[in-house]
C-alpha cells in the first residue's frame, strides 16, 4: 500500500521559510516522479513543483520559481520542498503526490496523494 506523509508545515512570518518534507513508503520510491501541489482555502489546488525520478530534471510554478526548491533523496524515500522568502499567497495546505511514471510533463496526472500539510504565512 503506497502511502505518503508529509510533515514540516507551521506558521511563518512573511520573509521567512519552511521546509516540507514527504515520506513515502511501500513502493519502489527510486523509480517514480514526484511533485508538490498545494490548496488556499477557496481554491482549487494548483501545481507547485515536480521532480523527476533521478532528480536531474524539475519543475516550478511561476509563482514559486526562484523561492522554492525541490529535492529529493532516494535513500532515504523521501522528497522535499525547501521555501523562502514566503509570502501571505503561499498560504495552503501542501501535498505530496506521486506519478506512477519516471518522468512527468506540465499536465500529467499524479496517482497517489498524502493528505496535506498546512502552511501559513502572516503578513
Known amino acids: 500500500q503506497v502511502r505518503l506523509v508529509e510533515s514540516g508545515g507551521g506558521l511563518v512570518q512573511a520573509g521567512g521559510s519552511l521546509r516540507l518534507a514527504c515520506a513515502a513508503s511501500?513502493?519502489?520510491?527510486?523509480?517514480?516522479?514526484m511533485g508538490w501541489f498545494r490548496q488556499a482555502p477557496g481554491r482549487e489546488r494548483d501545481f507547485v513543483a515536480a521532480?523527476?525520478?533521478?532528480?536531474?530534471?524539475?519543475y516550478y510554478a511561476d509563482s514559486v520559481k526562484g523561492r522554492f526548491t525541490i529535492s529529493r533523496d532516494n535513500a532515504q524515500n523521501s522528497m522535499y520542498l525547501q521555501m523562502a522568502d514566503l509570502k501571505p499567497g503561499d498560504t495552503a495546505v501542501y501535498y505530496c503526490?506521486?506519478?506512477?511514471?519516471?518522468?512527468?510533463?506540465?499536465?500529467?496526472?499524479?496517482?497517489?496523494w498524502g493528505k496535506g500539510t498546512l502552511v501559513t504565512v502572516s503578513s
Open positions: 521532480i523527476d525520478w533521478s532528480g536531474s530534471t524539475t
Open positions: 511501500g513502493l519502489t520510491f527510486s523509480v517514480f516522479a
Open positions: 503526490a506521486m506519478r506512477s511514471s519516471r518522468n512527468w510533463s506540465p499536465g500529467a496526472a499524479m496517482h497517489y
